[in-house]
């Protein structure tokens, strides 16, 4: 009996130091998990002036997923340990959603693995059970990246009874001849750069992990040979979009290398983009890059000397004197989302009620967009004189009148000037359902120069400029068509490098290209 009760103290006493321990766990996760939950609500408040918030203190979106990826590792931590402590009390999993899970696609292939149990007979009985169902759980695992070498035999052949009659097979055409690489290799590395903003240097030591060394100054010719064959795509979709009837367009800095003095100096790439979607359109989306020395009017004039149509960009001054140049030919359509920026800075500082003011009926208008979105551009514009007509005419009344009462050196009166001066192209959005409300289009396509640009510093001189433009105006449609990029550039490589007609370079695009495959 003593020894019996000597085992539930026992018993007792394990209990007690088990709950101990979960309860020390539990209170260190409930810790962890307030520092999380301060972490994220710091990130929610930089994630909201993302939109708005001034360029020298806005938080750049991939450095917001970096933190929020070590958020999420963080909590990932903690259920691993919940997870432990269920098994070792004995207790089912907790079911927790762990995001959104990724569908498997079907044409991955499938290695089914069957785990039987080490005795199908009946203990009770001894006889045979039969199968009545099964449990599947499916997961995706990964092979390491293999380089192969392909090598080309092409025998030759002679006459026994004849001289000099020796035949052999033509060799094949290659992007670089004599050179290492396949296109496909080419590809992936273009892809790597400009799609992935993967350094030449970066790929040459992944390379070098495997064994192959290959300098980052070879993978940088490689990619120079790229650009020179897939110049005239470029060149072809640059044409198509300035035959367009209306136009993004937009620019940023980029650094380049000035062999000539041995630093870097400041280069400029323009972008121009079209993307029809938000009315039905049946033009592909597409956004072209080019690359200049400068962001001055003679390059603007340069870039748009083919265009006829109208230009929604910010308020720029190179495009006020390209519209002032030919003012028939381009009327220029401005962005409400740099109005509301202006306004928001001032706002956000505290109290600001005209700049609040000002917000609120900013945001009426892309309340009205939003309903609108996706109709025909017909219908657009009767809903926009229907509902945003009013709503144009009457800030422009209250802003005038607000000019006048407050100090004219004063940040509130340059904002408010800002707008005033660009009102006419504020409003074209109104008679032409075709038109956006904004330049966001085309701010979307620069961020991925943006993180180019972060990553590989400098482009190596006006060439380097130049390939860059090329590239990534390729890879950026390639993912506006809903394109695989690697596939699409090794198979355009090897058709230009086998003679492709340049009359039908227009099968070349990525759109084009995409619409021959689901033929297919």
């Not at 939109?51 to 259920?79: C, H, N, W, Y």
């Not at 070792?88 to 959603?97: L, M, S, Y």
Request: hydrophobic share 40%; glycine share 8%; proline share 5%.
């Amino acid at each position: 009996m003593v020894l019996g009760l000597q085992q539930k103290l026992a018993q007792s006493d394990q209990i007690t130091a088990d709950l101990v321990v979960e309860r020390d766990a539990l209170a260190s996760d409930n810790a962890r998990l307030a520092e999380l939950n301060t972490r994220l609500e710091h990130y929610l408040a930089r994630l909201r002036r993302l939109s708005f918030g001034k360029s020298s203190e806005r938080m750049d979106p991939d450095q917001l997923q970096l933190a929020l990826e070590d958020t999420e590792q963080a909590i990932g931590e903690i259920l691993a340990a919940k997870d432990k402590l269920d098994r070792k009390a004995g207790r089912p999993r907790t079911q927790r959603p762990l995001g959104a899970r990724a569908s498997l696609p079907d044409h991955l292939p499938q290695i089914d693995v069957v785990i039987e149990p080490q005795s199908t007979m009946c203990a009770c009985c001894g006889g045979a059970r039969h199968l009545i169902g099964e449990d599947l759980a499916k997961r995706l695992d990964v092979l390491p990246v293999q380089y192969r070498v392909i090598a080309t035999h092409r025998p030759k052949y002679a006459c026994r009874s004849c001289e000099g009659q020796v035949v052999q097979a033509a060799a094949p055409a290659r992007l670089i001849e004599g050179g290492l690489p396949t296109e496909a290799l080419v590809a992936d590395v273009i892809v790597g750069k400009y799609a992935d903003h993967n350094p030449l240097y970066r790929q040459s030591q992944a390379l070098a992990r495997q064994g192959i060394i290959i300098d980052r100054s070879t993978l940088a010719s490689w990619v120079g040979y790229a650009a020179a064959e897939l110049r005239p795509v470029w060149s072809l979709i640059r044409q198509r979009l300035l035959a367009s009837s209306r136009l993004f367009v937009d620019g940023t800095t980029a650094p380049v290398l000035d062999p000539g003095r041995g630093r870097t100096k400041l280069g400029y790439f323009w972008a121009i983009a079209r993307d029809d979607r938000p009315f039905g359109g049946s033009d592909p989306p597409a956004v072209a890059y080019t690359y200049a020395p400068g962001r001055g009017a003679e390059h603007a004039r340069e870039l748009l000397k083919d265009f006829n149509g109208v230009l929604q960009t910010d308020g720029y001054s190179a495009y006020k004197r390209l519209a002032k140049d030919r003012p028939n030919a381009i009327p220029l359509a401005h962005c409400w989302s740099h109005v509301r920026r202006r306004f928001y800075d001032l706002a956000k500082g505290g109290s600001a009620p005209i700049a609040q003011q000002a917000i609120a009926k900013i945001g009426e208008l892309y309340a009205i967009e939003a309903e609108i979105r996706g109709q025909s551009a017909e219908q657009r514009r009767a809903q926009r004189q229907a509902k945003s007509r009013p709503l144009v005419a009457e800030p422009e009344v209250w802003m005038m009148d607000q000019l006048k009462a407050v100090p004219g050196r004063s940040p509130m009166a340059e904002t408010l000037r800002y707008a005033l001066g660009h009102w006419d192209g504020l409003g074209r959005f109104l008679s032409d359902g075709h038109l956006e409300l904004d330049t966001n289009t085309v701010e979307r396509a620069m961020r991925p120069i943006a993180l180019n640009r972060k990553n590989a510093l400098f482009a190596g001189g006006d060439e380097g400029g130049e390939h860059w433009a090329i590239l990534a105006t390729l890879i950026e449609c390639c993912k506006l068509a809903a394109v695989e990029p690697k596939a699409y550039l090794t198979d355009v490589l090897t058709r230009l490098v086998n003679g492709h007609l340049q009359s039908r370079l227009d099968e070349l695009t990525p759109w084009s290209w995409k619409a021959a495959q689901d033929q297919s």
